[in-house]
């Protein structure tokens, strides 16, 4: 079975700090995650994912995403948070061999001019 | 050029009525989704599609009845509505399915509001 836990239902920042959205996984395989950011009344948009090599994956927006096999992690950050980038934030898995994408609860950012 | 697009984008409709959202993906993919998200924005898969085929069924009610009539179309219907139906569904496709690191790309949804 495969899981992803988003810890925290909200990350407030100051425009101009980093940004940082939590996320740990369980997969019974080698993960591929992902990471999605919806906007109020839109649908989800794909912004990175890690398959396999580089530890460090650089996506969409600025973002960038870590992969911590050690500690089940891929976490999002942004060095310099925009007031634009306040949305939903959702991090997803997707076990090997699998078609099913299963998608953590979500982190609503807020970032604050 | 919309890649996933579906319709309604918002439908208010009565309980125990009979609807359809309909989904086209214009981006050549081999699979289909249709997801739901809840009140409290949790993502939860309904189905999958792959070349016409289904794949994936998770516990949904019966009242719910996937089509696909080609790999480019996969619609839902939803039969005798529910005041617990109301949701935000999403469509998305992905490239041949088979290969898990494959992106899924998502509609941009249709909230449906059972009254």
């Known amino acids: 079975a495969q899981s992803v836990a988003q810890p925290e239902d909200q990350v407030n920042v100051a425009e101009g700090n980093p940004l940082t959205v939590k996320c740990t996984y369980s997969v019974s395989g080698n993960p591929y995650l992902f990471w999605y950011v919806q906007y109020p009344n839109r649908g989800l948009q794909f912004l990175l994912k890690y398959i396999t090599g580089d530890n460090l994956v650089k996506g969409s927006y600025g973002f960038e995403a870590e992969f911590n096999k050690s500690q089940t992690s891929f976490h999002l950050k942004k060095p310099s948070a925009l007031v634009s980038d306040s949305a939903l934030y959702f991090c997803?898995?997707?076990?090997?061999?699998?078609?099913?994408?299963?998608f953590g609860a979500g982190t609503t950012v807020t970032v604050r001019a | 050029d919309t890649a996933v697009s579906q319709t309604p984008k918002y439908l208010v409709t009565q309980m125990g009525n009979d609807k359809s959202i309909k989904c086209e993906q214009n981006l050549g993919h081999d699979t289909m989704y249709w997801y739901k998200q809840d009140s409290k924005k949790f993502l939860k898969i309904m189905f999958s599609?792959?070349?016409?085929?289904?794949?994936i069924n998770e516990t949904v009610p019966n009242r719910f009845s996937p089509k696909s009539p080609d790999k480019a179309h996969l619609n839902l219907h939803i039969n005798s509505l529910e005041l617990g139906d109301s949701a935000v569904y999403f469509c998305?496709?992905?490239?041949?399915?088979?290969?898990?690191?494959?992106?899924?790309?998502f509609g941009e949804g249709s909230w449906l509001t059972v009254v």
């Open positions: 998305a496709s992905s490239p041949k399915g088979t290969a898990s690191g494959n992106t899924i790309y």
């Open positions: 599609y792959n070349n016409k085929e289904l794949i």
């Open positions: 997803a898995v997707r076990d090997v061999g699998d078609y099913k994408l299963s």
